[in-house]
């Protein structure tokens, strides 16, 4: 168990990684540099940066694919063909292009398109900061939304980005790790400010509630959104990464600094502190004892109860005795 424990954190992370770069290479990497092999030999102009920059000729008579030939004509025929039949666009008719492509790929791997597809989600966020790209980005956003799915994804997604990416104002209040008291008085649990509360509701109430994201553990990604009284609100010095490793281990992760260290003498364990694990069953076995002896000894009779007991033994020297008549 212990050897699982110490590689469990690195075979996580591999995971991750692993599934990371996935997604990026099925996603960005393959359809970019698809397009761009597409690019280079479907036109004159990347014909010519592809025949200049590599060794890889379009019309070669090893792409010729023998299928496409008809009776009679070689390879040379057809290529010296397609040749005269192309204008801007290639003529790519007689040629093997699955074959094509692989020799560019050979040249041109993934990463290139990759590198490319980075270049171009720059160079789009440059442009649409300026006037003309706003003005571009906003018909584009009134197109999508002519259609009815789209209509309803989109504008919760564009949130959550600018949320995280835009608005730095936003992030630092979200950065603000906080404690409130929930589900009940008595009990705490961790949140982070998204923003000051409603204005109805506070006028309303005449108060001033904040909203507080309460997340969830050990899936932090969804929680609850309360409005709490700023009174009851306790700012902690905790940051997002700290709360995020808190959630996800239930707990078991807490930083250094939060450690919670009883005194010398209450130690329980040789590691120096009574943790929960140690203090826990010596809690309940002391609560139990306490219980079973409260049980077991007999309640102390009270002033009445001893009277009566004297009245009633005879070498007691307070019991009354009867007057003596004649």
Not at 52 to 74: H, M, N, Y
Not at 126 to 132: K, M
Not at 193 to 218: K, R
């Amino acid at each position: 168990m212990g050897g699982l424990s110490a590689l469990l954190p690195t075979i996580l992370t591999l995971w991750v990684v692993v599934a990371l770069v996935g997604f990026i290479g099925d996603y960005v990497a393959s359809p970019m540099t698809r397009l761009v092999h597409w690019s280079l030999v479907t036109n004159r102009i990347g014909q010519d940066i592809l025949e200049s920059t590599t060794p890889i000729q379009v019309f070669d008579e090893r792409f010729v694919d023998p299928k496409a030939l008809d009776d009679g004509e070689t390879a040379a025929t057809a290529i010296a063909a397609s040749k005269r039949a192309s204008g801007f666009l290639l003529d790519l008719s007689k040629l093997d292009q699955p074959k094509l492509y692989a020799a560019l790929a050979d040249r041109i791997p993934p990463s290139f398109g990759l590198a490319i597809g980075f270049v171009l989600i720059f160079l789009a966020g440059c442009l649409f900061r300026g006037v003309a790209g706003r003005w571009l980005f906003g018909r584009a956003e009134r197109l999508l939304f002519s259609f009815p799915l789209v209509k309803s994804i989109y504008p919760w997604a564009k949130q959550i980005v600018e949320f995280f990416c835009k608005d730095k104002q936003t992030v630092r209040e979200f950065q603000t790790v906080v404690a409130v008291p929930y589900p009940r008085p008595g009990m705490f649990t961790l949140g982070f400010v998204t923003n000051d509360g409603l204005q109805s509701l506070n006028a309303q109430t005449d108060g001033e509630y904040i909203a507080v994201f309460l997340p969830s553990s050990p899936t932090p990604m969804t929680g609850y959104i309360c409005f709490v009284d700023k009174r009851e609100i306790v700012p902690l010095a905790l940051s997002f990464d700290q709360v995020m490793g808190l959630l996800v281990s239930g707990g078991v992760i807490v930083p250094d600094e939060e450690v919670v260290r009883l005194a010398a003498g209450r130690r329980g364990s040789p590691r120096g502190g009574l943790n929960a694990v140690d203090a826990a069953p010596g809690l309940v076995r002391n609560a139990t004892n306490a219980r079973t002896a409260a049980q077991a000894e007999p309640d102390e009779p009270s002033a009445a109860d001893r009277a009566q007991a004297n009245s009633n033994d005879p070498a007691c020297p307070d019991r009354p005795t009867a007057p003596i008549t004649s």
